[in-house]
């Protein structure tokens, strides 16, 4: 069973490129060998999500969300299928190819933040550009101090992250998946370690890059979280068993202004 | 990546672990300073040998007469009476090797100026014997060879004799001394030569013209031995084998019978000196290299837990766009800066270290350039080796089993 999955462009005057999709993959297969016992963690996954899309990942743990996120990211090879981010043939790269991808293209937000200890939050940031020969000290420290300000944490930028709490930490993973101007930020369950409210935070955060045309595609158990996006993508035993476009996502900006109140009042 | 922002990681991520910095470098720093130091020990020890060696004279050959049994009971060597003056002279004449000869006999004397008295060794030579022995005289003049004809009492003494019978820096040329009991005029004085390899005291000596000492002193008429020369250091071998078969056919022995005499030269003692030293210096060597491996044995075993520990930040590295060689390279550099910083640590502990032997232990000891540049490229191809090897592995991981790792 194969399910096609497009991106449909909600927002006006932004479809000129939905005839051709950012990612696309085609009977995406990866099997884990574990001795003798083979691991099936995709079956052959196909989807297409396009440029401005902004797509929630949910399903049941082990169904292969991770295993996925990690291949159209680039950090994993498929054992079978094919994969084009960007009109790119990402099967045909070498490593060094996959490494500039990873570095031009593609933000990566982890659930468990990645970030480099005992280095400030400025620095996590620069970490992408330091890998970018084109760029000079000076621009790199101006594009990370734009990226944690669009974060909102430009008073933070010389803490380090054992001096953060986990939403900022968060909030600094995402300035550093930004600051390289990526087509894509996937985010591995980016709120699975934080409360409503630095959730809705996060996802403020990802509507805002959302409508600067950045695709985004997060992995979520949260179906409130998936609210927030504009198409819900399920999968189960390591294939996708449903796509559903979400008929009016909601607004993480407005919710949390209405949400300080009852901070307020629980804290009298 | 570009070198600038690596050597700017590279020194951000040694800045962040001090500790485990300071540990890594202190095997490399142990290590080349015991090298250092050893090497110097050693290599000092060798030079002293040679040194002293050396104060033998110039390509010196000594001639013995082999210890001869009497009625099967073999006697001291030196013993025998089989060496006479005709052999000086047929090799003065026949051995053109051989720059200089002189018989040689020893005496024991007791020595008396005034109310002071000491007791030494008397030479019996030719003045030749100063020019195989490099001796110079720092106050009068050389006797000559027709005071050795004529048996003149005259003779030339050691600075501790001086120091013994005339006090330190009293020049006594000119002045006669008695040895036993019969008078003698001192005609120079020796410069100072300090020990000898053995620890004997080669200024306290004094020598006199060969007939003199042999007739007047010793009354015998056979000489105890012969000091030669050889003209320069490679006919050293020609010498002693001229000298073999002159000495051979005057004492009338047949080319396959055992001569009568022995002869060593300086050769022979540099090289049983070289080896012992070159015992010691093994020896020495053994004990630095093995501090220096169980200090690359440190290095290992903190770069591959920092290596192991950081797999991590590797994946973390990969995942934002650093290539395999990104990562290879910041550990190369990393592992680069300890080395030469642990190496100059190093060497000037070694250094140091060296210094304080010399003026505590009053060893001697040499450094050398190639001590320290074979103790500093070692222990930086040891840091970079364990560096490298382990960071290698980890930069042809997937990211993503770089990011797993635990
Ligand atoms: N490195 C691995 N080696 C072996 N099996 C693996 C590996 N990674 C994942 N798997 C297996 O592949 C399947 C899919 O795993 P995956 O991590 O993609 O699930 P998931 O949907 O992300 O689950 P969760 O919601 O719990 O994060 C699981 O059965 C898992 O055990
Ligand atoms: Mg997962």
Redesign the interface.
Known sequence: MHLQCSGVAPVAGEDINMDKPIISVRALVKTYKMGDVEVHALRGVNAEIGKDDFVAILGKSGSGKSTFM?II?C???PTRGQYHLDGVDVSSLT??QL??L???KIG?V?QSF???S??SAL?NVE??L????KIT?RDMRERSLNALEAVGLADRAHHFPNQLSGGEQQRVAIA?SLV?DPVVILADEPTGNLDTRTSLEVMAIFQKLNRKGITIVIVTHEADIAAFTKRNITFRDGKIIKSVEVNKPRNAVHELANMPVMVEEEEV | ??M??LLK?AL?SLA?NKMRTFLTMLGIIIGVASVIAMLAIGQGSKQSIQAQISTLGTNVLMIFPQASSAGGVRMEAGSSQKMTIEDVTAITERCPSVAYVTPQVRSSGQLVNGNLNWRTSVYGVYPNYFEIRNLNLVSGSLFTMSDDRSATKVCVIGQTVVTNLFGTDADPVGSFIRINKIPFKIVGVTEKKGQNAYGQDQDDMVIAPFSTVQKRIMAITHIQSMLASARSEPLITNASQEIKDVLKAKHNLGPSEDPDFTIRTQTDIAAAATATSGILTILLATIASISLLVGGIGIMNIMLVSVTERT??I????????????VLLQFLIEALLISLLGGFIGVSLGVLVSQLIANILNWPVTITIQSILMSFIFSSAIGIFFGWYPARKAAGL???DA?RYE
């Not at chain 2, 994946?315 to 990104?326: E, K, L, N, T, Y």
């Open positions: 990690n990211g950090l994993d090879v490593k060094d490494a500039n990873r570095n031009r990566f982890f990645n970030l480099l005992r280095t620095e970490l992408p330091m890998y970018n020969k000290s550093r390289n | 990546m570009k600038k922002n990681a951000r962040k991590r930040e994946g973390i590295r990969m995942s934002v766009g650093a290539r395999g060689r990104d997937n990211p993503i990011l």
